[in-house]
């Protein structure tokens, strides 16, 4: 894990898709949202994002557990697209977040994660909204142990 700062996260379009369920549904809704931009022969600006609503360890277990969870994934588009009732194209909001980058498989993620929400509690912030992690490279590309998932938490 890399160090953790605040960093102030710009606004940028997405087309996106949301269903609930439990996390391994995050390949298969990246895959289909990069296909129906292929498809539309949108311009994408970035790597896809997968937008956790469940923000702490307890409610990402129960939720996975259960299968509630809220899995929303995006890709970063530049040309004016449409979305339809199923991909929703808005944005991303802006604001303050702690940042922090995890190297290693996606399921070794929660040492990270369990750091992450230590510090923010240490600097007396508060979490203020859905948790983000952002794929810049490509687990069929990569080994596992070079696997890089950047996360960004709204903190206040």
């Known amino acids: 894990m890399d160090d953790i700062s605040i960093v102030e996260v710009a606004g940028r379009q997405v087309i996106g898709i949301k269903k609930t369920g439990t996390y391994k549904l995050i390949p298969e809704l990246l895959l289909k949202v990069y296909e129906y931009t292929v498809k539309k022969k ?16 307890e409610a990402v277990m129960e939720a996975n557990e259960k299968g509630t969870a809220v899995v929303e994934v995006v890709w970063p588009v530049s040309s004016t697209v449409k979305g339809t009732k199923e991909m929703k194209v808005y944005e991303l909001p802006v604001g303050k977040m702690a940042n922090t980058i995890h190297y290693g498989p996606y399921e070794s993620c929660e040492s990270t994660y369990l750091k992450l929400f ?18 810049p490279n490509d687990p069929r590309e990569v080994p596992p142990e070079k696997i890089i998932t950047e996360i960004f938490v709204p903190v206040s």
């Open 118 to 135: 230590a510090w923010i509690k240490e600097k007396g912030l508060m979490i203020s909204g859905p948790i983000r992690e952002v794929y």
């Open 42 to 57: 949108m311009v994408i600006t970035g790597p896809p994002v997968f937008i956790c609503h469940e923000i702490s360890p």
